[in-house]
């Protein structure tokens, strides 16, 4: 009887164009990937515990994430959208190695309270041209040696480009053009595991995971001026992330809760939800966006 062939596809020197399926065993075993990730085995896994948050959840507290009351180990996935210290309402104006080092305290905060193989995405964008400063390339290196194990980035495009405003700098000159930005990123990291050990419930479609797994997402931004924030997520970018890279009933943590979005797209999304912010204003934003769906559940439909 003739051996049945594996119709997987394998890492080839040309690529392929197949996404399922796919035994990339080769590419990873090549030397480029020799240094120790900080990835632990599913022995090491087993022996952490997992620890329930109680009352905890479901909450929004008013208080700095660089010191959350959370027990270790507790939360699926953290989203959020740093305050980019530019010089919003909301910013303070902080040199630029104090702001990291916030990123920092709270990036620990977030490492401590995930669980093993826990997700934290990260919204930021790069900063002004004289000079440009790569924020994303700083986040990487620092969550990095926090111990997150880096899962890739998405290029979150928030317009076409195509209208008739530009950066310009020098027009219809070489002396100074200057790029305008139509794209955020969203920065992908994991906790002690690129696979949750876990197992849950998704609730994400074969079309939306299809369009999740790509590195461009094609999504509006949200009006600042109607949820009352300078910069605040739209619930169908929330959203996608919260199906793509959590379990129904998890936890989903927001260190910079701002207008609550992410939070309440938890809340739709049948997630429970925990929501830091220094800021009284925004808090009571994001405690009356959750009340109002509560209240009448069609307001906010899912995207």
């Not at 999304?269 to 808090?283: L, P, Q, T």
């Given at each position: ?55 905890l959840v479901d909450k929004i507290y008013c208080q700095s994430s660089e010191n959350m009351q959370l ?233």
């Amino acid at each position: 009887m003739t051996p049945r062939k594996n119709k997987n596809s394998q890492t080839s020197s040309f690529g392929t164009s197949n996404r399922e399926s796919h035994d990339s065993s080769i590419f990873y075993s090549r030397n480029l990937y020799e240094t120790n990730q900080n990835e632990l085995s599913n022995k090491e896994l087993s022996k952490i515990e997992i620890n329930e948050i109680g009352d905890l959840v479901d909450k929004i507290y008013c208080q700095s994430s660089e010191n959350m009351q959370l027990p270790d180990n507790c939360v699926g996935l953290a989203f959020t959208s740093p305050p980019y210290n530019v010089g919003k309402e909301y910013d303070l104006d902080m040199s630029l190695d104090d702001y990291l080092e916030l990123i920092n305290n709270v990036g620990k905060e977030v490492y401590r309270v995930l669980r093993p193989g826990g997700r934290y995405i990260i919204n930021v964008a790069n900063l002004g041209r004289k000079p440009y400063i790569p924020l994303t390339s700083l986040f990487h290196n620092i969550h990095s040696e926090i111990g997150f194990l880096p899962m890739g980035e998405i290029i979150w495009q928030k317009a076409k480009g195509a209208s008739g405003s530009c950066a310009w700098g020098s027009w219809k000159s070489a002396k100074a053009p200057r790029l305008r930005d139509i794209h955020e990123y969203l920065l992908v990291f994991a906790k002690q595991s690129f696979s949750r050990p876990d197992r849950g419930d998704s609730d994400i479609s074969k079309e939306e995971f299809m369009d999740g797994t790509l590195s461009v997402w094609n999504i509006p931004p949200e009006s600042a001026k109607r949820i009352g924030h300078p910069a605040p997520f739209s619930i169908p970018l929330a959203e996608r992330v919260i199906r793509l890279f959590s379990y129904v009933d998890d936890v989903v943590l927001d260190p910079f809760v701002g207008s609550g979005t992410t939070c309440l797209a938890a809340k739709i999304n049948k997630r429970h939800y925990v929501g830091f912010d220094i800021s009284e204003e925004y808090c009571s934003i994001a405690e009356e966006r959750i009340r109002a769906e509560e209240l009448q559940p069609s307001l906010f439909e899912k995207s």
